[in-house]
């Protein structure tokens, strides 16, 4: 392990070996363990405007799954199996589970399947803009032409944007810093897989095996993920809590201070139970 030095907590690096694929992780802070797991994409930099913050009650572990940009594997199909493999080992390499898990899109589905095939590393569960299957057809059609910019890559990441952010959002933010948001995802190699996972999926065999207490959070103005879906993980999870915003599909940017007061009061009634 090395450490990073920081301003605030500091972050300490690790990397963990699961089935020949190579999973970085960093930890940040100090507490009960919290693990936010990334959606499609670079990874766990996602996190990165608001880690401090949760690090101030929690240790958060921070793992890069395979087809994000420092994690390194066989390059083959992604499955919910593998990635929670990697997850689960992250948790285990650490020394610090049963976690609580915040998982954001992609990372929603991941952090479900943990809580389903391991559910002695998780606690608490909060899947955000997450999906149980590719039954919507309009997520379906989404994801398959996202995919098919992949030879245009600025058409690519204009589209994720687009898709990602509110109009309010965007328009507020102005022109110079949409600019430099529509750079922001790229269509590398491991972005397309995680895509190609996203429009396999299915993970309604599994939900019923869910039985840590739930926070389901869905996002009303989403192009991504349509709301209904995370909806429909709610009744599908019949002991779960529900909460919607009024945003895109990236929630912690557009109503940052309202979903991370939501998230550490979940979290905080949580551990007043315990």
């Known amino acids: 392990m090395s450490v990073v030095a920081d301003t605030t907590a ?9 089935e020949g694929a190579r999973v970085p992780y ?37 793992p890069d799954l395979s087809g994000s940009v420092p994690a390194e594997d066989d ?3 992604l499955t919910v199996e ?8 992250v948790i285990e390499d650490a020394g610090r589970g049963p976690a609580d898990v915040l998982g954001f899109s992609m990372g929603a589905t991941v952090a479900l399947g943990l809580a389903a095939l ?24 989404m994801m398959a032409v996202w995919r098919r910019l ?5 058409a690519f990441g204009r589209f994720a944007m687009i898709t990602a952010f509110s109009p309010g959002f ?25 895509i190609a996972y996203d429009v396999e999926l299915d993970l309604k065999p599994l939900l019923p095996r869910v039985t840590a207490p739930t926070l389901v959070i869905g996002c009303t103005l989403d192009a991504t993920v349509p709301v209904d879906n995370a909806r ?19 929630v912690l940017a557009e109503r940052s201070e309202e979903f991370l007061a939501t998230v550490l009061g979940y979290l905080a009634a949580g551990d007043d139970m315990r």
């Open 150 to 154: 992949a030879d245009d890559p600025e």
């Open 118 to 141: 391991r559910p002695d590393l998780v606690r608490r569960l909060i899947p955000v803009a997450g999906w149980p299957d590719a039954e919507d057809e309009y997520l379906r059609n």
């Open 10 to 18: 500091p972050v300490t690096t690790a990397v963990v070996t699961v």
């Open 82 to 89: 593998r990635l929670v493999g990697q997850l689960a080992a």
């Open 26 to 62: 960093r930890i940040v802070g100090a507490g009960p363990l919290l693990v936010l797991v990334h959606g499609t994409g670079p990874g766990s930099g996602m996190w990165d405007q608001s880690v401090q913050r949760y690090a101030e009650r929690h240790t958060v572990l921070l």
């Open 170 to 194: 965007l328009n507020a933010i102005g022109h110079d810093a949409v600019e430099a948001t529509a750079g922001y995802m790229e269509p590398l190699p491991g972005t397309l897989r995680q």
């Open 232 to 250: 429909r993980l709610h009744r599908l999870l019949p002991h779960s809590e529900y909460r919607e915003f009024a945003s895109g599909h990236i």
């Open 75 to 77: 390059g083959g199909r």
